[in-house]
C-alpha cells in the first residue's frame, strides 16, 4: 500500500490572491495602513447593502394587493399547500337517503319519492350528514378547503364512504319498555345487515381492493356505529367521537380524526362576563350510566345539595334542552362527567355556551388538539379526585373572575371549531385533519405491499394507540 501523500506548504515566494482581491503590486504600492482600513470599510458597506437588499425584499416588502402582512401570510399558505384529492363514493341509495327514509318512516313519516324532501334529523351525530353536504357543494363554494372532490376515481388521493353509520345505528322504530311504538306493518330495518350490505358492495369495488382499504375514510361517530363490520375497515381512516368501544387494534390518533358533537342547544351571543351568569355550577343529563359513567351517581350526590350547583337528571326532549340552555347560559362552570364513553355532547353544548367545561374523564380524547389547547378553555379533574367530598365545589369557588374571563375569552376565540353550520368551523377543521393523514396512508400502502405476511400477537406500530403511559396530568 501507498503510503499517504503529504500535503506540502506553497513556497514561500508564492501568494494566492482571490479574483476579489487587488493585484499584489497595487497592495505593494498603498501605504500599509491605508489598505487595511479601506478594505475593512469596504467589507463593512457590502455587508450593510446586503443585509438592506435582503430585509427590503424578503421582511419589508408590501404584500400584494395592499393586503396586510399576516392575512398575506394566512393567504401565501393557503395557496401553495396542495389540497389532498377526495373521490367521494356514490354509494347506493339505502346507505345514504335509504337511512334517513327508513329513520321517519320508523317514526310514523311517509315515504318519499323526491330525496331533496327527506330531512336528516338533527342530532348530536350529524357531522356525516354535514360532510356529505360539503362534498356535495359546488366547488366554487368550498374555497379554503383542505380536500378537493374530484370525479375521477384515478386523480384521487382518499376515497370518502358517506355510510350515515350513526343514523343507521338508530333508524330501527323507537321502543318504550321493549314495545314497538312504531306501527306494525312499518318495513323493518337492520343496521347489521346494512352494514354487512356496505362491505359486500366495497369488496366490489377496484379502489377498496387496491390498497386494502388503508385510502378510505369512514365516518362512525356514535360509539357503536359500525360495531359490526369495524375489523373490515380498520385500516382506513375513522372518523370518531372517542376509543370508548374500539379495540387497540382498531383505532388510534395516529391514523384517525376525533370529531367534535353537533351541539345541541343553542350558541351564546353575548359578550363574555359573570354579571348573568349566577350559578357556579351546572349539569343536566342522565344520572345513571354504565363503566366509567356511574361517577355520574356519585357527583350527583355530593353536589346536589351545594347551594349555588344546579343539577339535575334529564333525558333528551325539547323541554331538556331549554332548560340546559338555560342552565349553560347562566352558569361558570359546566360540568362534564363521563357517561357510558368518555365523552358526550354536553361538553360541546358548554363550550358554545362559554361556561367552563369542567372535565371528569379519564381516557377522554378531543377533537383537535393541534389547534385547541384545552387547558386555556377547561378545568380537567380525575375521577377519585372529583368524588372526594367538597374537593369540587371548592376547587370551582377558588377560581377568580378575572380568570374566568381569560377562560371565557379563550371559549369565544375557538368555538367556531365546534359549529358545524359555520363556514369556516367545524366542517372544514375536519377535512383538514383528514388531510393531514394522508402521508400515514401512503406510508402504510407502501409498507404492507413490501412486507412479509404474518399473523401478530400484540399490535404493530400502525395500530398505537394512546392514553397508554398512565400519566395523570389532571389538576
Excluded at 389547534?371 to 374537593?391: E, L, M, Q
Aim: proline share 6%; net charge positive.
Amino acid at each position: 500500500m501507498n503510503p499517504r501523500p503529504k500535503l506540502r506548504s506553497p513556497p514561500p515566494s508564492s501568494v494566492v490572491i482571490s479574483p476579489a482581491s487587488p493585484p499584489k503590486s497595487l497592495i505593494n504600492k498603498m501605504p500599509r495602513k491605508f489598505t487595511r482600513s479601506t478594505l475593512t470599510l469596504a467589507t463593512t458597506l457590502f455587508s450593510i447593502l446586503a443585509l438592506y437588499a435582503f430585509f427590503n425584499t424578503f421582511i419589508f416588502s408590501d404584500p400584494p394587493n395592499n393586503v396586510s402582512s399576516v392575512s398575506f401570510s394566512r393567504n401565501y399558505n393557503t395557496q401553495n399547500l396542495k389540497s389532498v384529492k377526495v373521490y367521494m363514493y356514490d354509494l347506493p341509495r339505502k346507505f345514504t337517503y335509504g337511512v334517513i327514509e327508513s329513520y321517519a318512516l320508523a317514526r310514523g313519516g311517509e315515504k318519499q319519492s323526491d330525496d331533496s324532501l327527506l330531512k336528516y334529523p338533527g342530532n348530536q351525530h350529524s357531522a356525516e350528514w354535514y360532510l356529505f353536504s360539503d362534498l356535495n357543494r359546488p366547488s366554487l363554494e368550498r374555497v379554503g378547503s383542505a380536500v378537493t372532490r374530484v370525479m375521477n376515481p384515478e386523480e384521487a388521493d382518499l376515497f370518502y364512504v358517506p355510510f350515515f353509520s350513526s343514523l343507521s345505528l338508530v333508524a330501527n322504530p323507537i321502543r318504550s319498555n321493549n314495545a314497538v311504538v312504531a306501527p306494525v306493518e312499518r318495513p323493518a330495518y337492520s343496521d347489521e345487515e346494512t352494514q354487512e350490505s356496505l362491505i359486500e358492495w366495497l369488496e366490489q369495488q377496484e379502489y377498496w381492493k387496491r390498497n386494502n382499504g388503508w385510502d378510505h375514510v369512514f365516518i362512525c361517530q356514535d360509539p357503536n356505529a359500525l360495531y359490526k363490520v369495524v375489523d373490515k375497515v380498520k385500516n382506513g381512516v375513522l372518523l370518531i367521537s372517542d376509543f370508548g368501544r374500539l379495540a387497540r387494534n382498531q383505532a388510534s390518533l395516529v391514523k384517525d380524526v376525533i370529531l367534535p358533537y353537533s351541539h345541541r342547544i343553542n350558541t351564546y351571543t353575548g359578550d363574555i362576563g359573570v354579571e348573568n351568569r349566577n350559578s357556579l355550577l351546572f349539569f343536566m343529563g342522565n344520572r345513571y350510566r354504565k363503566e366509567g359513567g356511574k361517577i355520574r351517581d356519585l357527583l350527583f350526590q355530593l353536589l346536589e345539595k351545594e347551594e349555588d350547583v344546579i343539577i339535575k337528571h334529564g333525558a333528551q326532549s325539547r323541554e331538556s334542552r331549554r332548560e340546559a340552555r338555560k342552565g349553560m347560559h347562566t352558569s361558570k362552570f359546566c360540568l362534564h362527567p363521563a357517561g357510558d364513553t368518555p365523552s358526550a355532547c354536553r361538553l360541546f353544548d358548554a363550550i358554545v355556551s362559554l361556561c367552563v367545561p369542567v372535565i371528569i374523564s379519564d381516557h377522554i380524547e378531543l377533537p383537535f388538539e393541534d389547534v385547541v389547547d384545552y387547558r386555556k378553555i377547561a378545568i380537567f379533574v380525575d375521577s377519585n379526585t372529583a368524588v372526594k367530598p367538597g374537593f369540587l365545589v371548592k376547587k370551582l369557588r377558588k377560581v377568580s373572575m378575572e380568570r374566568v374571563l381569560e377562560y371565557q375569552r379563550e371559549l369565544k376565540k375557538v368555538k367556531h371549531y365546534y359549529e358545524y353550520e359555520d363556514p369556516n368551523g367545524t366542517v372544514k377543521e375536519i377535512w383538514r385533519q383528514v388531510s393531514l393523514k394522508l402521508p400515514l396512508v401512503r406510508l402504510m400502502i407502501n409498507r404492507e405491499k413490501r412486507l412479509v405476511k404474518r399473523e401478530f400477537t400484540e399490535p404493530d406500530c400502525s395500530c398505537l394507540c394512546s392514553n397508554q403511559t398512565g400519566i395523570l396530568t389532571t389538576l
